[in-house]
């Protein structure tokens, strides 16, 4: 999804725009009911991992299905499906640096196929709110420095389903530094028995950026953790230019970016 996320989705506390856009969020409530009773089918001929999120956009769960997919892949032939967006052919091109990658518009489509070339597991990189599949283990995501934002539901905050939703998930993974242990309270009070893992991005050629001066720029759903894990590694900026997430940066774009880093 092509966002750039308001900022009222991430406030401790209601605002104006959240009161007046909440009655909308029951219609996604009666979506979310409506989906709970449809039918799954669970494919015995494969394990499968779904690593999703309900906070929209921006929670890692890219990177950490690359992760997973790496350390799994030694032990079990695995495959990663992706829903075919039209937008998402970057996080594709990611996976497909280290790992097969089914890019259908179905996601059953992709895990069929993936059954027919004998592999013995799928991880899926989002799809927690598609319901037409069982899913052996299903992973809900979290951004350490927006965690579940307001906690209301779209559009009022950013939840594509209630807190609630995490007692019928069987793993949390919170990605980034902070940790808000009256954010872990909360999950424990819906799950007591879901487990939390941390985790947090590392680079490995911070070292070459260091020397000067940068222009940062980024069409990802979380930029913030972008530009804090620059500062972490003691890398000067200049300039922040962000794009909505998934941007399709035009040739345009390219040069007038170029332009600014020449001038400054």
Known sequence: MKLIKPRFWDKNFLTLQSILLYPFTFIL??????LYFR??????????IC???IYLGGTGKT?????IANKLKKKFKTAIIKKGYSNHKDEKTLLEKSNKVFFDTNRRVSLLKAIRDKFELAIFDD???DKKINYDI???CFNSLSLAGNQLRLPSGPLRERLESLKKYDAVFIIGKNRDNKFLKKIKSVNAAIPIFFGEYISTNFKKFKKKKNIVFSGIGSPQSFT??????????KSNFI?????????????????????E
Not at 29 to 34: A, E, G, K, P, Q
Not at 243 to 263: C, G, M, S, V, W
């Open 63 to 67: 990177p950490l299905t690359n992760f």
């Open 138 to 140: 299903k992973i809900v």
């Open 127 to 129: 799809g927690l709110q």
């Open 39 to 48: 039918k799954t089918k669970k494919y015995d001929e494969i394990k499968t």
């Open 243 to 263: 794009f909505p997430d998934h941007y399709h940066y035009t040739e345009t774009d390219l040069q007038r970016i170029k332009k600014i880093a020449k001038n």
């Open 228 to 237: 804090n894990t620059l500062k972490q590694y003691g890398i000067k900026i």
């Open 29 to 34: 409530d009666l979506r979310n009911l409506f």
């Open 51 to 53: 690593v999703g999120n």
